[in-house]
């Protein structure tokens, strides 16, 4: 091949593009230094051509730190998106500042430099290649980020990643390295789409974690409890999403013992519901430790009351006040008060309106204000007192003397007889009604065989109403149906005699036994027994006088010891 007379080509070469990174030494065709002639003036030109040469090699090396200096800038900056956008050089900067640099190579300069015109044409279209895969480079990272905005809502529109428009010096401007003020940009940016996500919500996973909570808790209402467990073992999130009391309360009403009435009324708000039907399923399953709280030296016929943190237990003629340790399986040894004025046993005691109301062997009733020393007594019956109730200022007491007697509560009136209810045999039990009467307004039942006493009654509602007895069954009252017949009724399948009774208020039910401290639990949608636990072996046989019981224990009075039923701790 030909090569045009030095002239041409150095008239052919200002005009050029030459693209690179900076200067490099002058190559030829097979990587050696080329001809000086091919690329500037030669050694054998006149004097002029030689002057002009020297003048722009000096031009170039003072636009050489300035190009230096745009192109950090370039890489440095790298624009405001996650990976960057190009400098803020412009595409017609870029490329004179390549021709000049190109032009301005001469003997013993580093410069852009060809070996040959046609050699030097196929190192320019190589540049322009090498150019154009860096802004296709540039533009393949620029469109990664715009998916990864895409699937990352909440992120500002300014924060999107710029995708390389310019050519040339520009594009490989943008790909000459990872600047650090781009990567704190970008993580500036992950940190505030992280914070715009809802708090504690997986930002990736199945779309049931990114539905409303409104539409979860609809949709998660009609698991059953094994379900809800399981999804609570997803993720921490879920964990804590289905610990809601919104969605265990159905469970919880369907459940024994878990602090709901068969209203739907909660008395237990303090508590999570979550816990309490953990500790009803061993209510079901009869799972429970058992242990002795108060021991006794000789046989007694206790009554006891709880209230809060305290339990009352009555012991001979006195009343003493104990405080549960916070296991509630424990009690402090040391009583908190003692309540006296008995001369024979308390047979029986309620707590009402800060005061203790006790029914003595006596015949006298007697009045304690809790948290004080204040204590009357006056003569209520001529034997006797078996029973006493207090509600809304008003006792009523039952004696062996075979009458009820109301009483007021008030201070001013303590010891005067409101109202005298004769009856036909002695008074075991006694019960006011939350409509608070005062008066006998009916006989339950019609078919009793003699002797078939009612040892306890409650009221559940105003219109309903358990009781259990000698004649061993469990009935339950709706005076709207029938005042002479009970609409539910269970036996205690060893004949024995039902001295107590304790509910929830929705579905359990415990009795207690007069033969070795049978303690019995209900499920009063069943007929049968659900379970069955006798706390005294045969040569210490004893009833069980008195139960109670909250959502984790059970307390039960028998003759010679206070047992518990521990079902939290089982």
């Known amino acids: 091949m030909v090569s045009p007379p030095p002239g041409a080509a150095a008239a052919a070469a200002p005009g050029r593009l030459c693209v690179g990174p900076g200067p490099r030494p002058l190559m030829g065709s097979q990587g050696h230094p080329g001809p000086p002639g091919n690329c500037g003036p030669g050694e054998g030109e006149g004097g002029e051509a030689r002057k002009l040469q020297e003048g722009r090699v000096a031009r170039g090396k003072r636009r050489k730190g300035k190009g230096k200096g745009k192109a ?34 001469g003997p013993g300069e580093e410069g852009e430099g060809c070996g040959s015109v046609e050699e030097r044409e196929r190192r320019i279209v190589r540049g322009d290649a090498g150019s154009a895969g860096a802004g296709k480079e540039a533009r393949g990272r620029g469109d990664g980020k715009k998916e990864e905005w895409r699937v990352r809502p909440g992120r500002r ?18 790909i000459a390295g990872a600047g650090a003020a781009g990567e704190a940009m970008a993580a500036a940016t992950e940190e505030e789409a992280a914070a715009r996500e809802p708090a504690g919500r997986p930002a990736a996973g199945p779309a049931l974690l990114r539905l409303p909570e409104e539409l979860l808790l609809l949709i998660c209402s009609y698991l059953d409890m094994r379900a809800l467990g399981r999804l609570a073992q997803v993720c921490r999130w879920l964990r804590r999403f289905t610990s809601c009391d919104l969605l265990w309360r159905r469970i ?88 006296a004025g008995h001369d ?25 204000k809790i948290h004080s020393t204040f ?20 006792i009523v007491s039952g004696s062996r003397d075979r009458t009820a007697k109301v009483w007021p509560l008030a201070s001013g ?47 559940e509602s105003p219109s309903t109403l358990l ?89 039960a009075a028998l003759s010679y010891n206070l047992h518990v039923l521990d079902f939290q701790n089982p």
């Open 72 to 105: 950090g800038a370039g890489r440095g900056g790298r624009g405001s998106g996650a990976e960057g956008n190009p400098g803020p050089q412009k595409a017609k900067e870029a490329a004179g500042l390549g021709a000049e640099a190109g032009a301005s190579a």
């Open 157 to 174: 529109e300014d924060a999107r990643p710029g995708r390389a428009q310019g050519r040339g010096s520009q594009a490989w401007g943008c």
């Open 252 to 339: 919880a009403r369907a459940s024994l013992n878990s602090g709901f009435t068969r209203l739907g009324t909660d008395l237990m708000a303090n508590v999570p519901v979550k816990e309490r039907v953990k500790v009803s399923q061993n209510w079901r399953l009869g799972r429970c430790r058992e242990g002795i709280l108060l021991k006794w030296r000789c046989s007694q016929m206790p009554w006891m009351q709880l209230e809060g943190d305290s339990l009352y237990i009555s012991q001979a003629n006195f009343i003493l006040a104990y405080q549960f340790r916070p296991d509630g399986a424990s009690l402090n040894r040391r009583p908190l008060g003692v309540f």
């Open 344 to 368: 024979e046993d308390v047979c029986h005691f309620v707590l009402a309106n800060s005061h203790i109301i006790s029914a003595g062997g006596d015949g006298k009733i007697g009045v304690h």
């Open 375 to 394: 204590t009357v007594k006056y003569s209520a019956h001529e034997q006797e007192v078996n029973c006493v109730d207090c509600r809304g200022g008003i």
């Open 413 to 459: 009136r303590l010891g005067q007889c409101l109202h005298t209810i004769q009856t036909e045999d002695r008074v075991w039990s006694i019960a006011i009604s939350p409509l608070l009467s005062g008066q006998l307004m009916m006989h339950l039942g019609s078919d009793f065989p003699p002797g078939a006493g009612v040892l306890d009654v409650m009221y």
């Open 467 to 555: 009781s259990c007895g000698y004649d061993t069954y469990v009935r339950y009252w709706d005076l709207r149906a029938s005042v002479r017949k009970c609409v539910m009724e269970w036996e205690e399948p060893h004949d024995s005699t039902l001295y107590c009774l304790q509910t929830d208020g929705n579905h359990l039910l415990a009795t207690g036994s007069s033969y070795y401290g049978v303690v019995r639990l209900w499920d009063r949608r069943q007929r049968a027994c659900l379970h069955a636990f006798p706390l005294t072996s045969t040569p210490l046989s004893s009833p069980v006088y008195c139960l109670r019981f909250t959502t984790k224990h059970l307390y």
